[in-house]
């Protein structure tokens, strides 16, 4: 996939960059009783946005690795590069789909009290920390499959 020769991925990458760690920070924010009725709207959507960009990153990843596998073939590092960078963005897309789903769970449980809000309460903002600290990971470790490419 490309858009006037370059690789799709580089560019969607940009958007999964910045809503995935939006997200993860709302989702801790979000645990400050006061800030809860403002932040109710922002972390489902950005919960949401987050995760359809991430799917979206992980798909065009992909295509972008199917067309270098004869490139990755002759270079054993680069391939090990990649499929790291793969693995960490399969967690990370697992991340932000969770995360989503409980935003979305806790939008929807925001005033019921009850034991399935607690959890939402604290799940929330847990999988939000493992969301940016994924997003980190996996960028890294994508920067480090482009540069043992261009090495």
């Not at 925001?110 to 996996?138: C, D, E, K, N, S």
């Amino acid at each position: 996939m490309t858009i006037n020769g370059l690789p799709l991925h580089p560019l969607v990458v940009h958007a999964a960059v910045v809503f995935a760690p939006i997200a993860g920070l709302l989702a801790v924010a979000y645990l400050v009783p006061r800030w809860r009725d403002r932040l109710r709207w922002p972390v489902l959507i950005m919960g949401v946005l987050a995760a359809v960009f991430v799917w979206f990153a992980a798909f065009t990843g992909g295509a972008l690795e199917n067309s270098t596998r004869s490139q990755m073939a002759n270079a054993p590092a680069l391939a090990s590069a990649i499929h790291y960078h793969e693995d960490l963005a399969g967690k990370l897309q697992a991340s932000t789909w969770l995360l989503a789903v409980l935003a979305v769970g806790m939008w929807w449980f925001h005033r019921r009290p009850g034991w399935i809000r607690t959890t939402l309460l604290v799940l929330l903002p847990i999988v939000g920390v493992a969301a940016l600290v994924l997003v980190v990971m996996t960028g890294d470790a994508g920067a480090k499959a482009v540069w043992a490419a261009g090495a």
